[in-house]
């Protein structure tokens, strides 16, 4: 409340914060409660709201003071229909739409608050991959790097590349599509004297055992079944589909985890229990 009083947010604003549970006796590092910061800061505040806590002789005769001139200053730009009792014209209007606003933006502000209205919007938490009860995920040991350059003039979807690459690999193999790019024909070390678009695929292949991806690499390396297969599973030539580079073999040696707070705190109880 003290911040929002030294930010000089209105007195509609500060109400709505009150009204929402914060503390109004609360005090900031001088000291000082958020009516005192408004009230020295000479904006103004009718009190009142949020005050039955406080005791008024805490804040003396200086704030009788400082409420009178500023009942003077709000006389002062009172539209004079309203003084004259003829009712509220446009610009009181104008100036209850500025005070709805900034209730709005206090309500924003303090939307976590256990006293909220009902009607505001709760934030859904996200969330990454559930496992069910007993199910294990287990961290690959081994990966291939892939660098295929295919010669397809249709936009090559990623899921269909992950799905040609699955029935290519086999099904324990689990895919991650870096990058689809497209690539001139010139810079393509094996579609150079061909003819329409070329697309260069970079890619991952994992797998759990280390037996597996070796026997894999050696596959990729040596003849042409693996290209042929997955121009294939694609639907085109069986020529349309080459590595660019060779299949390269690497141990997984790091993992990368995107962990909201409770499973970062979670994790690193298990890291110092193991």
Do not use: H
Not at 1 to 30: F, H, I, P
């Amino acid at each position: 409340l003290t911040a929002l009083a030294t930010s000089a947010a209105s007195e509609t604003v500060l109400k709505a914060a009150v009204d929402m549970g914060c503390d109004s006796t609360g005090q900031n590092a001088y000291g000082e409660t958020a009516y005192m910061v408004a009230n020295r800061k000479g904006y103004r505040m009718a009190g009142g709201f949020g005050m039955s806590s406080m005791s008024s002789g805490n804040l003396g005769p200086q704030m009788s003071t400082t409420r009178s001139q500023q009942s003077l200053r709000r006389a002062s730009w009172m539209p004079a229909s309203r003084r004259m009792g003829r009712g509220a014209g446009p610009a009181d209007d104008d100036l209850r739409g500025q005070d709805s606003d900034e209730a709005s933006s206090a309500l924003n502000l303090f939307g976590s608050s256990s006293s909220a209205p009902t009607s505001s919007v709760a934030t859904k938490r996200r969330s990454g991959v559930m496992l069910g009860a007993n199910q294990v995920a287990a961290v690959p040991k081994a990966q291939m790097s892939l660098d295929l350059d295919w010669n397809a003039e249709k936009t090559l979807d990623r899921k269909d590349l992950e799905s040609a690459l699955q029935q290519t690999y086999g099904p324990r193999a689990r895919i991650a599509i870096d990058e689809v790019v497209d690539k001139s024909i010139v810079a393509s070390r094996n579609f150079r004297a061909c003819s329409g678009r070329v697309q260069n695929v970079k890619c991952r292949v994992m797998f759990d055992d280390d037996n597996e991806a070796r026997e894999q690499q050696v596959r990729s390396t040596t003849g042409r079944a693996v290209q042929a297969q997955l121009a294939a599973n694609m639907g085109l030539a069986a020529t349309a589909v080459d590595f660019e580079a060779e299949a390269k073999m690497d141990e997984v040696n790091m993992l990368t985890l995107k962990l909201d707070s409770d499973s970062s705190s979670i994790l690193c109880g298990a890291c110092l229990l193991y």
